[in-house]
């Protein structure tokens, strides 16, 4: 099994650990006395790590392309704003202090526009034209 087509047709069966047990030990002992397939072993291994490496990093284009598509769609729209604000559950203080804002406002409702309504005039004064020789008002008709 030191034929270096057979190793080299398991060289990628060892890299990712599915060989046998006795594949993987026939392996090993070739890459120690074979240089050739040890530098065929070890391309492959950069090849494979170095294609590793460049998946777990996108380039830059592919990174602003994501960063676009998701901005397009979570932006912040007035509609989604208004949806959140009422679909947001309310914690019981923030209703407590509500309904007593509004039990207050009931209660003291009265009061408030009695202060802020002016008095009712008793009789208005009456307003006397001197600039006339005559009242002309009082002529009847």
């Known amino acids: 099994m030191d034929d270096c087509s057979v190793i080299q047709g398991?060289?990628?069966?060892?890299?990712?650990a599915t060989a046998s047990d006795d594949e993987r030990e026939?392996?090993?002992?070739?890459l120690v006395g074979c240089t050739a397939c040890l530098?065929?072993?070890l391309a492959l291994k950069t090849h494979v790590d170095r294609g590793a490496r460049e998946r777990d990093h996108p380039s830059e284009e592919a990174r602003q392309r994501l960063?676009?598509?998701?901005?397009?769609?979570f932006r912040a729209t007035p509609a989604r704003r208004l949806r959140g604000w009422l679909v947001r559950p309310v914690p019981l203080y923030q209703g407590l202090a509500a309904a007593a804002v509004v039990l207050a406002a009931v209660?003291?409702?009265?009061?408030?526009?009695?202060?802020l309504r002016p008095?009712?005039?008793?009789?208005?004064?009456?307003?006397?034209?001197?600039a006339r020789p005559v009242a002309e008002s009082m002529t009847i008709y």
């Open 119 to 130: 008095p009712p005039a008793a009789h208005a004064a009456q307003r006397v034209d001197t």
């Open 107 to 115: 209660a003291l409702g009265p009061a408030i526009a009695g202060v």
């Open 26 to 30: 026939a392996v090993e002992k070739h």
């Open 10 to 16: 398991n060289l990628v069966s060892y890299h990712f």
């Open 39 to 41: 530098r065929t072993y």
């Open 67 to 73: 960063r676009a598509a998701v901005e397009a769609r």
